[in-house]
């Protein structure tokens, strides 16, 4: 996971707080999302990026959002914060979108919605 | 939207079994990755899988892209105890590298 740093890795919130997940790459990648991880649900797309200046919303984008000023850095803003966004979230990278790019994913941040 | 399907939930094997993870999906997709996470981790991938039929080892995973675009398998042989993980597979369609995930396997292998 060497190259994509998420901060914090652990944080407990209360209802109706707001903070942000830090994700920063060094690889010079164009691509980068921003997935959550529930038990028995996989990961599933909040949002994402195709290049500084440019985000998309992905499967579960509601409570959540983004911005992209730099190539570097994706951070995720958690505007007033639901027990429903009790997750796992994680930060990912590519080169781009064409195939045969590799994703990689930084190790999580565990937030708790009290 | 897009749903890969992964069963069983759990997969319980011996140190030294072989085991076979399926992945299914109604929709095609253009590549198929497979991603092994441990607890407190994020997902790493295993292998990557870019035509259909294509069959690609690393070590003792082997993977298959299957005909249809529609599934793939990822095998594992002579199982160790730090096989021990969920297994994921993941579709693409090469849109933008947005990846539809399986909800994964979680594997056990008593030593």
């Known amino acids: 996971n060497a190259g994509v740093t998420q901060t914090p890795k652990f944080q407990v919130l209360k209802t109706g707080q707001s903070m942000t997940l830090q994700c920063a790459q060094d690889m010079n990648h164009e691509y980068m999302s921003w997935y959550r991880q529930d038990p028995g649900m996989g990961l599933r797309l909040i949002h994402y990026s195709v290049g500084a200046g440019i985000t998309d919303q992905g499967e579960v984008p509601n409570g959540y959002n983004v911005s992209r000023s730099t190539t570097e850095d994706f951070p995720l803003r958690l505007l007033s914060a639901a027990p429903s966004q009790t997750s796992v979230y994680f930060c990912?990278?590519?080169?781009?979108?064409?195939?045969?790019?590799?994703?990689?994913f930084g190790e999580g941040s565990w937030l708790t919605v009290v | 939207g897009q749903q890969l399907n992964q069963s069983p939930q759990s997969m319980f094997i011996q140190e030294g079994e072989d085991v076979s993870m399926n992945c299914t999906s109604s929709s095609i997709f253009n590549t198929w990755l497979w991603y092994k996470q441990e607890p407190g981790e994020g997902p790493v991938l295993l292998i990557a899988?870019?035509?259909?039929?294509e069959l690609t080892s690393n070590g003792r995973l082997t993977a298959q892209f299957g005909i249809t675009r529609k599934d793939s398998f990822l095998n594992i042989s002579a199982s160790i105890p730090s096989d021990v993980g969920i297994y994921f597979c993941a579709g693409s369609t090469g849109a933008n590298s947005k990846l539809t995930f399986g909800k994964g396997i979680t594997l056990s292998v008593r030593p």
């Open positions: 990912a990278s590519s080169y781009g979108g064409s195939i045969g790019n590799t994703i990689y």
């Open positions: 899988l870019y035509k259909a039929g």
